[in-house]
């Protein structure tokens, strides 16, 4: 099982920046896509952005431009940079990570969520 920790949730103002960060251990013998998802009040869940572990990256269309994803390989963790806020940016986020285990299953798993709210 592989456990993970999410933090840099909180209260922003629209126009502010926050960073999310995503770290991953257990049995883990490779990461493979690494991805934010996130849900609104009212809402159903929806994809952020992901990353391969090539670095290829893909966003959700309302946040191109402004969301970039990244991931750092010694430390297994990805973060999620979130630059010029919006109200309708408010949700709660989670990452997803596909791995690998060390007994040769392909497996997922979510992080328990960090609040992010976008607010004057």
């Known amino acids: 099982q592989v456990q993970l920790v999410e933090s840099g949730g909180g209260l922003v103002q629209p126009g502010g920046s926050l960073r999310l960060s995503c770290a991953a251990s257990?049995?883990?013998?490779?990461?493979?896509?690494m991805g934010w998802y996130r849900q609104g009040p009212g809402k159903e869940r929806e994809m952020v952005a992901g990353?391969?572990?090539?670095?290829?990256?893909n966003y959700a269309d309302s946040v191109k431009g402004r969301f970039t994803i990244s991931r750092d390989g010694a430390k297994n963790t990805v973060y999620l940079q979130m630059n010029s806020l919006k109200p309708e940016d408010t949700a709660v986020y989670y990452c997803?990570?596909?791995?690998?285990?060390?007994?040769?299953?392909?497996?997922?798993?979510w992080g328990q969520g960090t609040q992010v709210t976008v607010s004057s």
């Open positions: 997803r990570v596909f791995y690998r285990n060390d007994r040769g299953g392909d497996l997922n798993s």
């Open positions: 257990g049995r883990i013998f490779r990461l493979n896509v």
């Open positions: 990353i391969t572990t090539g670095g290829k990256t």
